[in-house]
């Protein structure tokens, strides 16, 4: 049995889950909502403020879908009540980050600034001049927007510029050395 699948899924007040026949889960919080189709052979009930996933048999497939299924729901319920957010540091002589309106304006260092508008569903924030924070209540939304952020200019490791993750460790190296 997958120890991720088998664990329940408490859902928290304010939030409610609604499964229909054909295995579409729809999560209501307040924060938005979330629906998403899940795969027809696992089984989804809720009862009891608490979601259950289970499997029909021990194939292969069958087990991969099973903690698949819980993750994804579990992740919708987290979305609708806290919400996720991933935060982005820009290193680097004049990288700076600005908001116009919806519209976040990054200075990487090109010759023109890099526009990027605000998809429904994701806010931009920018905590310090070199810091965004991108918030939204679907994680994998969130993270796909930040991935495509830093995409422009990802960090070097030499001299540690670019675009980085607020947890990310970049490992230096050491440049060349001259003739002895």
Known sequence: MSRVGRQPIAIPAGATVTVSPDNVVTVKGPKG?????????????????????????????????????????????????????????????????????????????????????AVPGIDFEILAANKIAIKGIDKELVGDIAADIRVWRKPEPYKGKGIKYDNEVIRRKEGKTGKK
Do not use: C, W
Not at 58 to 87: C, F, P, S, W
């Open 33 to 117: 909502q979330l629906v998403k189709a899940m795969h027809k052979d696992i089984t989804i009930t809720v009862e009891d403020n608490t979601i259950t996933v289970t499997r029909p048999n021990d194939e292969k497939q069958n087990r991969a879908l099973h903690g698949l299924t819980r993750a994804l729901i579990n992740n919708m319920v987290i979305g609708v009540t806290q919400g996720y957010q991933k935060t982005l540091e820009l290193v680097g002589v004049g990288y700076r980050a600005t908001l116009q309106g919806k519209k976040l304006v990054l200075n990487l260092g090109f010759s023109h600034p890099v526009e990027f508008e």
